[in-house]
């Protein structure tokens, strides 16, 4: 185990002095709080090209008064309000000339006929329509107004049906609570070991890199002369292990006070540190521990990876399988695809971080049976790997190819 | 002198290739042993197997009072003949890391590496990335890496491949020194001079079999006859029937005679007869080279020796 450490110790001094590894390092979460603000960002410089729709209004009811407040916010619709007492005859000519321009015509026609009449000029865009429906309320409340309703009727009138479910569990209460709040409570534990498990499968690919490096480079030999093949194996697993912990720890830290400014209300941290998170890291550490050994393994057997046969491409795809699992098992958390995901060790590690991020109720019988497979899996792994990098990582100046890796494992 | 290393009668499968049939030597403090033999006879197998890096079949490889796996390895530097350095880190970072994986204390670690780098010409070197380093500075830097923590017993598998002379020869005298120091040393080379002029000791394996065993000095005196060679036209037939001869190699005008054993070589200059074309002619011995070399090609002199003289 001492020499194991002193591997892991090497690998990881080594990896986080690398340039690109501090580039990649500080660049992800960069990128990510980029791809974050994009769409706000896009949709907002979308909106000053097209924004400002000078709006002349001639408003004989006194709507305009209403939709005040929802213009200076500019949620919605970016109307410049001007208003005006000209007829629609007399707009026309204006709006000939003036094509980004609208008008908008409420007079007491339109409270009887529910018709609000309008013009646009060329350049207005084909939202406006829509647009307009803000008026809606504002109309409908003036047009019962008109009709003698009492205040109290009109807010009866007004108010929408709400549905609610008959059993008034404990459940429905904090539900009806969450959806005014962060509908991500539930799911923040997992999102967060999930971006622990692909932190640390990334860094685990490294081990490939690493072992088939060390194969190139021919320094195997030299380090195997005073450490056993095995102590460089759990070296090798254990260091990358520790960079991918860096890794996720620099990411959080510069991405945690975007969030927390992001999402200003919410207690992120308190959604956090609960019991559930120790558990789902658990199931992103074996996650871990099961693709290390396989990349560990693969790696010995590949000197040259641009000469590397489909087989070893191959394997290196496993760690993604289960985004394309995403959909069916966001859609259904206990279908059966899910179900059957969660057994096969390749992809229960991410289906159940996703499924547990869903789901209300755990399935224990099916997490635990899951995680048994994943544990026998890891150790299986472990073994097979062992024997594969022992062998492997002194053959010098070729690949293996799928056949000769039996070989070695049945030997 | 006393016993270091100890290999006896170790045995070892590939699949079903046997590549080592029963390999026994010894190695003695402050000696320099080399270890010889065609490519593919076993001397990495071997090597190996005495590294721990994989196990015998069968038999025994005892250091000092250890045997197998039990062998404290760190009290053994190694110079694998496929060797090499990480690539995007520091000289001196590569030497410590490889003298903490033999528990060698860090700063003393750190002063023999300047020191060494100092004596092999690298001096200012140790913060140099090892990308930067030709390949004659990478082999430096790596021989500096298998001795660094002092060794009692040093095994270096092809050290002087890939070497300029001036190198070779540098190489050679730190080899020779530690030797001096009580160093033990087991030494695999193709370059045969070099090996003639420094080992005490060799071992000649061809096939995973002994071939040959023991001093320089026994070596020559059994193995390393004298030869003639003669430049000028000369009949094969009329060679061979000169007295004392083991076996003649003729190629264009130039003619090898290989002289028995126990050849006075003043009195078998004399017997040459007149008719002889000679234009040039010299008497010297066999070269460990040449033993190399026919034991490669298998031309066992010892059998020649009975064959041609009839």
């Not at chain 1, 986080?16 to 949709?43: H, Q």
Request: glycine share 6%.
């Amino acid at each position: 185990m001492r020499n194991s450490m002193k591997v892991a110790n090497w690998e990881f001094k080594r990896n986080a002095r690398n340039k690109s590894f501090i580039i990649s390092l500080f660049i992800t979460p960069l990128l990510f709080v980029i791809f974050a603000m994009a769409p706000t960002f896009l949709s907002n410089f979308g909106d000053d090209e097209d924004s400002e729709t000078t709006v002349y209004l001639n408003d004989e009811v006194g709507v305009f008064e209403a939709i005040q407040p929802m213009l200076e916010d500019r949620d919605f619709v970016s109307w410049d309000v001007v208003e005006t007492s000209d007829e629609p005859e007399q707009m026309q000519e204006q709006l000939n000339e003036e094509e980004k321009a609208a008008y908008v015509l409420i007079n007491q026609e339109t409270l009887e006929s529910g018709t609000v009449t309008y013009m646009v000029g060329d350049d207005v865009h084909d939202d406006f329509e829509n647009e307009l429906t803000i008026l809606q309320q504002p109309i409908k409340q003036a047009q019962l107004q008109v009709a003698g309703l009492s205040s109290d009727q009109m807010q009866l009138v007004q108010s929408p049906i709400d549905y609610q479910l008959a059993f008034e569990g404990e459940a429905s209460e904090t539900e009806a609570e969450e959806t005014g709040g962060f509908p991500f409570e539930q799911a923040l534990p997992s999102i967060f070991a999930g971006i622990f498990l692909f932190s640390i499968v990334i860094s685990g690919m490294m081990i490939f890199q690493s072992a088939s490096q060390e194969k190139k480079d021919k320094v195997a030999e030299i380090i195997l002369s005073s450490v056993t093949a095995v102590e460089l194996m759990q070296g090798k697993i254990l260091g990358y292990f520790s960079l991918g912990i860096l890794q996720v720890t620099v990411w959080l830290t510069l991405v945690a006070p975007f969030a927390v400014w992001k999402l200003e209300d919410v207690p992120l941290f308190e959604y956090l540190f609960v019991p559930e998170t120790l558990m789902l890291l658990v199931i992103a550490i074996l996650g871990y521990l099961l693709f290390a050994a396989l990349f560990v393994g693969l790696g010995a057997t590949i000197e040259d990876y641009s000469t590397s046969g489909n087989f070893q491409g191959m394997v290196m795809m496993l760690p993604f399988i289960p985004f394309f699992l995403v959909g069916p098992i966001f859609t259904n958390p206990s279908g059966i695809i899910a179900q059957v995901a969660t057994y096969i060790p390749f992809t229960s590690p991410a289906v159940l971080l996703m499924r547990l991020a869903v789901l209300d109720e755990w399935p224990w019988v099916e997490i635990l049976i899951g995680l048994a497979i994943l544990i026998v899996s890891i150790w299986i792994f472990m073994k097979l790997a062992g024997k594969i990098f022992q062998v492997g990582i002194l053959i010098y100046g070729k690949n293996a190819t799928p056949q000769e890796i039996w070989k070695w494992l049945r030997a | 002198m006393e016993k270091v290393l100890s290999v006896s009668n170790i045995e070892k499968w590939f699949k079903k290739t046997k590549v080592l049939k029963g390999i026994s030597f010894d190695v003695h403090q402050g000696e320099i042993m080399a270890i010889l033999g065609p490519n593919g006879a076993g001397k990495s197998t071997t090597i190996r197997n005495i590294m721990g890096i994989m196990y015998p079949d069968k038999g025994n490889v005892t250091f000092h009072n250890h045997n197998g796996s039990e062998i404290p390895r760190h009290k053994i530097g190694y110079l694998p003949e496929e060797r090499g350095l990480y690539k995007n880190v520091k000289v001196m970072d590569v030497l410590l890391y490889f003298a903490s994986l033999k528990d060698y204390p860090k700063d003393k670690a750190k002063k023999r590496a300047i020191d060494y780098l100092e004596k092999l010409g690298l001096k200012g070197k140790e913060y140099a990335s090892v990308e930067e380093l030709s390949k004659g500075m990478g082999q430096k830097v790596q021989f500096i890496g298998s001795i660094i923590h002092e060794p009692e017993l040093l095994i270096l598998d092809e050290p002087f491949s890939g070497l300029d002379p001036v190198s070779q020869e540098i190489f050679k005298n730190e080899i020779k020194q530690l030797a001096k120091n009580g160093t033990a040393i087991l030494l695999s080379s193709h370059q045969m001079n070099l090996v003639e002029e420094m080992c005490d000791r060799l071992f000649m394996i061809n096939r995973g079999q002994k071939v040959i065993y023991g001093s320089m000095d026994e070596v020559k005196t059994e193995y390393a006859n004298f030869k003639c060679t003669i430049r000028g036209k000369n009949d094969l037939s009329v060679l061979e029937k000169l007295p004392a001869v083991t076996r003649v190699e003729q190629s264009d005008d130039i003619s090898i005679i290989y002289l028995t054993q126990d050849v006075q070589v003043t009195n078998w200059l004399k017997q040459l007869p007149d008719s002889l074309d000679v234009q040039e002619l010299s008497v010297d011995r066999v070269s460990l080279h040449e033993i190399f070399v026919d034991i490669a090609t298998d031309k066992n002199l010892a059998e020649e020796v009975g064959g041609s003289n009839a």
